[in-house]
């Protein structure tokens, strides 16, 4: 792990330690985008907690849609007087294969989680528990995705409360005959709470409350921050991509699950057409082993084609490289996500975000941004999708309204002052429910009509 990430123990954030290495905007600044109502009650709300101690616990500081909330919800919490940590897992390489593994198997992937694979999943988290991952007594503790789950079974003191937090949609996998529903009910039990994306996601049988929060976006962080012209063309020559020359892109990690030979495919379509270029830009998750079989492949594919621009974006500096994203999505025409699995998609709250029109496949929690015709369009197949691309090429008026259509929909739904009032407010519920915790176990929680 880069140490400009991390401290040696795998702390990312800590006022305790002296270690705060990122910050955020004032509160006062979200008034303008969101509203003063929205502050007053995430203020009002925040009071009850405050001086409660959380602690967030994930797998990686570099890449992914968690992290990239974890920077922007653990020093926003700090400054509504919560005192937020967060700890990544130390983990050997033989960890995050399996671990990747098991993410892959939840999200649909055929095969088993093998009784070896069990065997390196519990003996890292022993290691993690025996180095004193949690070295202080946190009032909260929440646990983000499958990686660190089990950790609560060794760790879990009297008095604490802690929630795990499915970024991923796992239903099929959990009703599948792969052993993993029987996995994952041994390991939510200690749980007080879980907290699920959207209401599809939530797994009734599991006695734990359940909430649904969708995960949500900084729109002044440096990669949603409005930029200037000449930010954005700097970056584009730096990169050798053409400004005059209209771009579909794709952004996110190198992952198996993105759909990336469906956007080569559609993009080879479209410029039989019409003249264009594609850039696919991402980067590799520390947690996430596959990224550099994916990254090669699609290195291979398409290294005799000078319109493809394929990027890998350093993470050695972590505003530089959210700037670079920023920059690409504001410069494309077209933003493609066509994956064949998608826990909720950040990168396409981003590109709705900037008021670009989005072609994304039906798929995970992608359904619940993209609304057909009004904020972007579904993948089918490259012909049927390239014929969308080229009408949106051929009429910038409409491509100008349907993303503003989404720039509107993030604005309502999905930006971080709304959504950290619901964290807020899933802790206060289940802090106070002791009493009545069963009954509570039988309902799920959502703090808007989705």
């Keep these: 792990m880069n140490s400009t990430y991390t401290l040696a123990d795998g702390t990312v954030y800590s006022k305790r330690k002296t270690f705060c290495p990122f910050s955020i905007h004032p509160l006062e600044t979200y008034a303008s985008i969101i509203g003063n109502e929205k502050i007053e009650r995430l203020q009002s709300i925040s009071q009850q907690l405050k001086g409660l101690k959380v602690l967030e616990l994930n797998s990686t500081a570099q890449g992914g849609g968690v992290a990239e909330m974890l920077y922007s919800s653990v020093p926003f919490l700090n400054m509504l007087?919560?005192?937020?940590?967060?700890?990544?897992?130390?983990?050997?390489?033989?960890?995050?294969?399996?671990?990747?593994?098991?993410?892959?198997?939840?999200?649909?992937?055929?095969?088993?989680?093998?009784?070896?694979?069990?065997?390196?999943?519990?003996?890292?988290?022993?290691?993690?528990?025996?180095?004193?991952?949690?070295?202080?007594?946190?009032?909260?503790?929440?646990?983000?995705?499958p990686q660190p789950m089990l950790l609560c079974q060794y760790l879990k003191k009297n008095g604490e409360h802690w929630f795990w937090r499915c970024h991923i949609d796992i239903e099929p996998a959990i009703r599948s005959k792969n052993g993993l529903l029987s996995l994952i009910n041994d390991w939510i039990v200690d749980y007080d709470a879980a907290i699920f994306s959207a209401a599809r996601y939530v797994f009734p049988p599991w006695p734990v409350p359940k909430f649904i929060i969708p995960p949500f976006i900084d729109p002044l962080s440096e990669k949603?921050?409005?930029?200037?012209?000449?930010?954005?063309?700097?970056?584009?020559?730096?990169?050798?991509?053409?400004?005059?020359?209209?771009?579909?892109?794709?952004?996110?990690?190198f992952d198996p699950w993105k759909g990336l030979d469906r956007t080569i495919a559609t993009?080879?379509?479209?410029?039989?057409e019409r003249k264009c270029q594609l850039v696919i830009a991402g980067g590799s998750a520390s947690d996430d082993p596959e990224s550099e079989r994916i990254l090669d492949?699609?290195?291979?594919?398409?290294?005799?084609?000078?319109?493809?621009?394929?990027?890998?974006?350093?993470?050695?500096?972590?505003?530089?490289?959210?700037?670079?994203?920023?920059?690409?999505?504001?410069?494309?025409?077209?933003?493609?996500?066509?994956?064949?699995?998608?826990?909720?998609?950040?990168?396409?709250?981003?590109?709705l975000w900037k008021g670009k029109p989005v072609i994304a496949s039906n798929?995970?929690?992608?359904?619940?941004?993209?609304?057909?015709?009004?904020?972007?369009?579904?993948?089918?197949?490259?012909?049927?999708?390239?014929?969308?691309?080229?009408?949106?090429?051929?009429?910038?008026?409409?491509?100008?309204?349907?993303?503003?259509?989404?720039?509107?929909?993030?604005?309502e739904h999905f930006l971080i002052v709304d959504r950290i009032t619901d964290y807020l407010m899933s802790i206060i519920i289940t802090i106070n429910s002791n009493p009545g915790r069963k009954k509570l176990t039988e309902c799920v929680t959502g703090f808007y009509p989705w």
């Design 224 to 253: 949603n921050r409005e930029l200037t012209r000449e930010e954005i063309h700097k970056v584009l020559a730096k990169y050798k991509i053409d400004p005059t020359v209209p771009i579909i892109a794709q952004v996110g990690r």
């Design 267 to 272: 993009f080879r379509q479209v410029r039989k």
């Design 81 to 145: 007087g919560i005192e937020a940590e967060w700890k990544i897992i130390q983990g050997h390489k033989s960890y995050f294969e399996c671990t990747k593994k098991l993410h892959n198997l939840l999200q649909g992937m055929k095969g088993s989680f093998t009784p070896a694979m069990k065997r390196t999943y519990r003996s890292q988290l022993e290691e993690c528990v025996s180095n004193h991952i949690i070295d202080y007594s946190p009032n909260i503790v929440n646990v983000n995705d």
């Design 297 to 351: 492949d699609i290195y291979s594919k398409t290294r005799e084609d000078e319109d493809i621009h394929i990027l890998n974006l350093s993470l050695d500096n972590r505003l530089e490289n959210y700037m670079e994203v920023n920059a690409l999505q504001r410069a494309a025409s077209v933003i493609m996500q066509p994956s064949t699995r998608e826990g909720f998609g950040l990168v396409i709250t981003e590109a």
């Design 363 to 411: 798929a995970g929690g992608i359904p619940f941004q993209i609304k057909r015709g009004e904020t972007g369009y579904f993948y089918q197949n490259p012909q049927i999708t390239a014929q969308k691309i080229i009408y949106l090429l051929d009429n910038p008026q409409v491509a100008e309204r349907i993303g503003k259509r989404g720039r509107r929909y993030v604005q």
